[in-house]
């Protein structure tokens, strides 16, 4: 596609609930970066795949989120067990080269997936 | 303990004047800053960069100054467009090590026509 895809664009939770929102990169891009952005706040960095590897999860705010990048493509952000804290928008980024933040290659974000918890 | 702080919510300036966005850090490892900027239900898109070698970058209507003794960056948008209309966010890195940009919590700027 022409950009980073994120889906579902929306999601309604009960708490104690499961959920997985999915991120679709721009073809080829190596580096995949996930992103938790709380109502009135700027992002905050979970986790950083550079193809399948996960090299950089020290954000995950707790072991209720797990997130996968098997094929070195589409990544999946997992939250077990949700808690209303855990509303927010999730955003995915991606970039051709490794990292990608305007140094080497550019980096791009999806639109997002608005998670709430009830 | 916030690393890079914006805290000015909301700026409101009129068409054709100079928008001016703050933004500043406390991490003196930041080496590399940039700026994005959002409309309501899209993702942030990258505006423009500076590198700490340097204390300004200018694309277009946008420059950007960097004062690394004060920690301080700015955005400066001008002339200011209705189209400007968004949520700035400045961000910060530490090349060559980990790759997790860091967040301002942005500023709300609307241009009136």
């Known amino acids: 596609g022409a950009g980073v895809s994120q889906s579902p664009r929306y999601k309604v939770a009960k708490r104690g609930q499961d959920v997985a929102l999915r991120c679709d990169p721009i073809?080829?891009?190596?580096?995949l970066f996930w992103y938790q952005q709380a109502l009135g706040q700027g992002p905050e960095f979970l986790t950083y795949?550079?193809?399948?590897?996960?090299?950089?999860k020290s954000g995950l705010p707790s072991d209720r989120f797990f997130a996968e990048r098997p094929e070195g493509s589409v990544s999946t952000l997992k939250i077990q067990r949700t808690q209303q804290e855990d509303s927010a928008v999730y955003l995915c980024?991606?970039?051709?080269?490794?990292?990608?933040?305007?140094?080497?290659?550019?980096?791009?974000f999806g639109q997002g997936t608005r998670l709430t918890v009830v | 303990d916030q690393q890079v702080k914006q805290n000015s919510p909301s700026l409101s300036v009129q068409e054709g004047r100079i928008s001016i966005l703050n933004c500043d850090y406390t991490n003196s490892m930041f080496d590399y800053f940039l700026w994005y900027k959002k409309y309501p239900a899209e993702g942030p898109t990258f505006l423009i960069s500076i590198s700490s070698i340097k204390d300004k970058n200018e694309d277009g209507r946008f420059t950007v100054f960097l004062n690394k003794s004060a920690k301080h960056l700015s955005l400066h948008i001008v002339p200011s467009q209705p189209g400007d209309s968004a949520v700035y966010f400045c961000a910060a890195i530490m090349t060559g090590g980990s790759e997790k940009l860091v967040f301002g919590k942005g500023t709300k700027l609307t241009v009136n026509p």
């Open positions: 980024a991606s970039s051709l080269g490794q990292g990608g933040w305007g140094l080497r290659t550019e980096a791009f």
């Open positions: 795949f550079q193809n399948e590897a996960q090299l950089d």
């Open positions: 073809s080829g891009h190596v580096s």
